[in-house]
Each structure stands twice: as C-alpha cells, then as structure tokens.
T-cell receptor, first 114, second 113 residues
Framework: GNSVTQMEGPVTLSEEAFLTINCTYT??????LFWYVQYPGEGLQLLLK?????DKGSNKGFEATYRKETTSFHLEKGSVQVSDSAVYFC?????????????FGKGTKLTVNP | KAGVTQTPRYLIKTRGQQVTLSCSPI?????VSWYQQTPGQGLQFLFE???????NKGNFPGRFSGRQFSNSRSEMNVSTLELGDSALYLC????????????FGPGTRLLVL
C-alpha cells in the first residue's frame, strides 16, 4: 500500500546547525510529496511540496527533492533557528477511486536551542 | 484569502455525550477533509466531503459522521463519546483546480472526561 516512513525524533540541534529529517515512501503510481509543519498549539501548515520526480520544493530556507530512485523526500535546512522548533510531517498524496488521498508520517519533533 | 477556520477551538465533554465540530474552508475550496491527531496514533484520516457528498472514508466507527453544506462548510459529529476520542481534530480544505493541496485549520482540541 501507500505509506510514509520518517525518522523518529526528537531531534535537538543548536542554532545555525544543519538539519536533515529523513522521509521515505512506498507508493504505486506517481504520488505527490509534501512536508507540513506544526507549531505548538496550532494546526498543520504546508511547508513545501513536489509533484514529480526530481522536483525540488523549497520555502523559508527548507528544501526537499523528490527522489524516485531512492523513494525519498528528505527535508533539509542549512542553518536552523530557534523559531524552527516544531513537529515536521512528511506526507504523500495519491489517487484512488477517483479521488485524492493524503497519508502522513508519524512526525518528527525538532527542538532548536539558542 | 482567509484561511480554514474551525470552531470551537477547545471543547470539554463527558463520556456518552455527543459533539459537533465545525469547519469553514478557504473561499472557493469545495473539498473538506477531517483528521484525528493523537500522540499515539498520529494523524489519521476520518473522511472527505466534496460538493456535499462523502468521497472518502477512513477506518473509524460509525459514531463518527460528517456532512457538508452547499456553501462547502462542513461539520463532523461524534456520538457516544469515549475517553479515547480525546484528540485534536483537524480540518483541511482543497481546491481540485489548484492541484488538491490541502490547507489545514488550527484544529479543535476535544477532551473527553
């Protein structure tokens, strides 16, 4: 079936450190891939997306490249800030029965210390 | 454009009661999806409505139901509440013409005592 596996957290980094959160997926067909972020006490916000192989999504200094050969969509940021502390969710969207479905990973909690 | 709004933001109920949560999608979005988020199970899909019809359904008992109105606003109802229904309920809207990317509301936090 269609599923997403992302690295377990929590992840703790110092400010200005390099961030990688791994995400791999299993899917039939050609899914779209997403990263969502959830700040404490809030809903999910779309961070970035990629709709086809080799696409790179980017936003707010975060990047992720859709790698079909390794079925991965790892999230990276060159220099994290305290304000990046949040839970990050990798998600996959696929078509089934004429409609679109979204499947999420379990989330990775990131804490950035000053 | 205003984002997805959900009301109420917080709710406390007791076992056996029922609850109705409301979601107003982004203007122009006709698809509304509901998710339950708990620490143990993560984000789980409840159901999706499109043009007032349920288009998809997750693996939840019949106590969980929903509907969508002609203005695309949606409600979900949980009857005979159980302690395990305590969760953050998230609503997301999307526009098929816009690639169906889902935009989430802030959620309703339900506590069942």
């Amino acid at each position: 079936g269609n599923s997403v596996t992302q690295m377990e957290g929590p992840v703790t980094l110092s400010e200005e450190a390099f961030l990688t959160i791994n995400c791999t997926y299993t899917a039939t067909g050609y899914p779209s891939l997403f990263w969502y972020v959830q700040y404490p006490g809030e809903g999910l916000q779309l961070l970035l997306k990629a709709t086809k192989a080799d696409d790179k999504g980017s936003n707010k200094g975060f990047e992720a490249t859709y790698r079909k050969e390794t079925t991965s969509f790892h999230l990276e940021k060159g220099s994290v800030q305290v304000s990046d502390s949040a839970v990050y969710f990798c998600a996959l969207r696929f078509s089934q029965g004429g409609s679109e479905k979204l499947v999420f990973g379990k989330g990775t909690k990131l804490t950035v210390n000053p | 454009k205003a984002g997805v709004t959900q009301t109420p933001r917080y709710l406390i109920k007791t076992r056996g009661q029922q609850v109705t949560l409301s979601c107003s999608p982004i203007s122009g979005h006709r698809s509304v999806s509901w998710y339950q988020q708990t620490p143990g199970q993560g984000l789980q899909f409840l159901f999706e409505y499109f043009s007032e019809t349920q288009r998809n359904k997750g693996n939840f008992p019949g106590r969980f139901s929903g509907r969508q109105f002609s203005n695309s606003r949606s409600e979900m109802n949980v009857s005979t509440l159980e302690l395990g229904d305590s969760a953050l309920y998230l609503c997301a809207s999307s526009d098929p013409a816009g690639g169906e990317t889902q935009y989430f509301g802030p959620g309703t936090r339900l506590l069942v005592l």
